[in-house]
């Protein structure tokens, strides 16, 4: 998980820190994704760019997230504290089926030592994913929700994969895979979405 909610409670960070921080590595590389695969490669293009060849996800997506910037005095510590449980649910259940995934894929081969060593560096990921703590719904703050969890960032997933199990293409294709996955966070509920 990426330490934004350690960041911005160092009471040397500041809001606008805080605030830039979250534009840059977050949301930005989110509009730049979109415009290229919308065909659009020039990021001072965007103002006079066809959106209607954007995702309607993918700008939802923006739009939420820019939208919880903008209000972020006017949400409720409750709020952010449910959005962020949900988010930590939705990461415990795509880790959980990851493992699952893995395991049916890898039936045949139950007892290559490569599949046990992942499934269990999965199953300490999940063990781990399942005592992340749970947001306080008092103190719960915008940049909460902006914490990015990645089952990849796991100690033992990330030593596995620079272990010698893992062959430089390997890695390659896993690397694009994660990128593509935190392009989409940070999650948010279905409910969210609907106008």
Known sequence: MQGLSQKASNSSD?????LLFILRNIILPRIQRALGNAGCNQPWAILSYDTER???RTVAHI?????????????????????V??????HRRYAQSLLQDYKEATRDFPDDDDVKSFVSALEKAISRAQT?????PEKA?????FSIRNIYDDPDIK???ASDRFTPEKRLKLQETVT???LQQPVFPPECYIR
């Open 132 to 136: 992340l703590r749970e947001p306080d």
């Open 54 to 56: 954007l995702s309607e």
């Open 63 to 83: 739009e939420l997230m820019v939208a919880l910037i903008c209000n972020r005095d006017r949400l409720t510590p409750e709020l952010y504290a449910s959005l």
């Open 159 to 161: 030593a596995l994969v």
């Open 141 to 145: 703050q915008y940049y909460d929700v």
């Open 85 to 90: 449980k949900w988010q930590l649910d939705a």
């Open 14 to 18: 500041s809001d606008e820190q805080t």
């Open 180 to 182: 593509n996955l935190l």
